[in-house]
């Protein structure tokens, strides 16, 4: 909240801590907004207009805020408490806009009832739903409704490696870049780097395979860069 005031001219906090936490406004509606305004402020760029799925987790104290969890929190590269949204952002070169977001909510919320209830969460929105499945409901809402185009649909490994967003976009036969990770039953690795789908197609275009060190510190990324793995073939 002091960051929002301090970026807002003319603003008060107590108005906003009023008009975000306590006044009936809705949030969905915002963000359709928003998502409508973003490919006309992207269209004069040029070149493919993309659409990319990813996580954002943030460190928040407490328990009452909706979603908070001791949960990996990408940010800090490490499991802290805090809660964690899966989002949607449409870009085209370097320029990026947000078009769309879902809270994910852990399982120490969903199998609480009254948890949920308290912190006013809808019956409908109780249900537990895994990060991908969050990105396939975005991505229906905002391809299916035709609010956005885009040319491809682009995530990391924690989306690619998920059946129900990939069949998702194979239906609706849209063009995807997904990172798939496959484990193996021997403890190995197989990073396929790049999958490319185009109308339901699949089209492998690089394979390598590696093994995890079995002691040690595993991948990291820092100053020196990541650690290397020890290559088996």
Same mark, same amino acid.
């Given at each position: 909240?002091? =960051?929002?005031?301090?970026?807002?001219?003319?603003?008060?906090?107590?108005?906003?801590?009023?008009?975000?936490?306590?006044?009936?406004?809705?949030?969905?509606?915002?963000? %359709?907004?928003?998502?409508?305004?973003?490919?006309?402020?992207?269209?004069?760029?040029?070149?493919?207009? %993309?659409?990319?799925?990813?996580?954002?987790?943030?460190?928040?104290?407490?328990?009452?805020?909706?979603?908070?969890?001791?949960?990996?929190?990408?940010?800090?590269?490490?499991? =802290?408490?805090?809660?964690?949204?899966?989002?949607?952002?449409?870009?085209?070169?370097?320029?990026?806009?947000?078009?769309?977001?879902?809270?994910?909510?852990?399982?120490?919320?969903?199998?609480?009832?009254?948890?949920?209830?308290?912190?006013?969460?809808?019956?409908?929105?109780?249900?537990?739903?895994?990060?991908?499945?969050?990105?396939?409901?975005?991505?229906?809402?905002?391809?299916?409704?035709? =609010?956005?185009?885009?040319?491809?649909?682009?995530?990391?490994?924690?989306?690619?490696?998920?059946?129900?967003?990939?069949?998702?976009?194979?239906?609706?036969?849209?063009?995807?870049?997904? %990172?798939?990770?496959?484990?193996?039953?021997?403890?190995?690795?197989?990073?396929?780097?790049?999958?490319?789908?185009?109308?339901?197609?699949?089209?492998?275009?690089?394979?390598?395979?590696?093994?995890?060190? =079995?002691?040690?510190p595993r991948q990291r990324t820092g100053a020196e860069g990541p650690a290397p793995f020890r290559?088996?073939?």
């Open positions: 909240m002091e =960051r929002i005031n301090e970026r807002l001219p003319d603003s008060q906090y107590d108005a906003l801590h009023h008009f975000i936490s306590v006044s009936t406004w809705d949030g969905a509606a915002v963000i %359709d907004e928003v998502a409508r305004r973003v490919p006309a402020s992207l269209a004069p760029l040029g070149g493919e207009q %993309d659409l990319l799925l990813d996580e954002c987790g943030w460190e928040k104290a407490g328990h009452k805020s909706v979603g908070v969890a001791r949960q990996y929190i990408g940010q800090v590269g490490k499991v =802290r408490n805090g809660p964690v949204g899966v989002f949607a952002v449409l870009c085209r070169g370097s320029h990026a806009g947000l078009v769309g977001g879902r809270l994910y909510l852990p399982t120490a919320w969903s199998a609480a009832a009254a948890r949920c209830t308290q912190a006013r969460i809808q019956a409908a929105a109780q249900a537990y739903r895994s990060k991908p499945e969050l990105a396939a409901a975005l991505v229906k809402d905002l391809l299916g409704g035709g =609010r956005i185009a885009t040319d491809w649909v682009g995530g990391d490994a924690a989306y690619g490696n998920s059946p129900t967003l990939r069949q998702a976009l194979k239906s609706s036969g849209q063009a995807e870049v997904l %990172d798939v990770a496959f484990i193996l039953s021997d403890g190995e690795v197989s990073w396929s780097g790049l999958l490319l789908s185009r109308f339901a197609r699949l089209t492998k275009a690089a394979d390598t395979r590696v093994r995890l060190p =079995r002691r040690g290559e088996v073939e």
